[in-house]
């Protein structure tokens, strides 16, 4: 498969995986950036992540313009990709969810934090962008490049954001890196509720989650990722597993 297809038949599977794994239900995205063109990144048509197919998958510019929309309408909350991607050349996927897990964090301002070491991905604190706060009272999505702008701000250099009221924004050098992230900021957020009921937590220490994040390459995301695609039903596309943990 040439090299932009096979990126995008990812995209799909990892659009079905983030269903599928409970991240996002019929509303959340995932888009990438494009190979070849640091200006522009793909993201489905509006809707629900486990039912896009390559055929629903658009390339915009950075401030959100459909380069061939076709008839086909596209998320109000584009802005957040295009944002993040203008922000961060070195970021080349994004994940945006509404996850119930995080939702209680991002209200209460409680700290949210990697309790456990593969979720240290999330980076050591995940910070919380309230759009109220700039914007006043909105519907609280993302729907200008305005707001994406502040949004991507607000996540400066860290691999994670939540979003008061509305959920979260997971960035990744590749798809199956935000994936991996997404998934595991879910998690980590699931299991800190049930440790903050049995007592107080020790959360990873910074040195901690960059010692995790030192041996961490290609080898854990395509570990994690072929699983992920037998429990979507997507058929696995092996990627070289490098790094320090190959072959453990
Ligand atoms: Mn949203």
Not at 169 to 189: C, D, H, K, P
Not at 203 to 209: A, K, N, R
Not at 222 to 228: D, G, I, S
């Amino acid at each position: 498969m040439p090299a932009l297809a096979s990126l995008l038949d990812e995209l799909v599977t990892a659009n079905r995986i983030l269903a599928r794994e409970g991240v996002v239900d019929a509303f959340g995205h995932v888009s990438v950036r494009h190979p070849d063109r640091t200006d522009r990144y793909f993201l489905s048509r509006a809707r629900a992540p486990e039912l896009i197919e390559a055929g629903d998958l658009m390339e915009f510019t950075l401030d959100g313009t459909a380069i061939d929309p076709a008839g086909r309408a596209p998320y109000a909350e584009r802005f957040i990709h295009g944002a993040v991607y203008a922000a961060r050349p070195d970021v080349h996927s994004v994940v945006h969810h509404h996850s119930p897990a995080v939702i209680p964090f991002g209200v209460t301002g409680a700290p949210l934090s990697p309790i456990m070491h593969m979720c240290a991905g999330i980076g050591a604190r995940v910070p919380t962008w309230d759009s109220r706060t700039s914007f006043g009272d909105t519907n609280l999505l993302v729907t200008t490049e305005e707001m994406g702008r502040h949004l991507a701000a607000a996540l400066g250099g860290r691999p994670a954001i939540l979003m008061r009221g509305h959920g979260a924004v997971v960035a990744g050098a590749s798809i199956r890196e935000a994936v991996f992230n997404a998934i595991y900021l879910q998690l980590n957020a699931s299991l800190q509720m049930k440790a903050q009921a049995l007592g107080d937590v020790t959360f990873l220490s910074e040195g901690e989650v960059a010692a995790v994040l030192k041996t961490r390459g290609a080898y854990t995301f395509e570990r994690a990722w072929e699983r992920w695609c037998r429990r979507a039903g997507r058929p696995y596309d092996a990627r070289p597993m490098d790094g320090p943990l190959a072959g453990r």
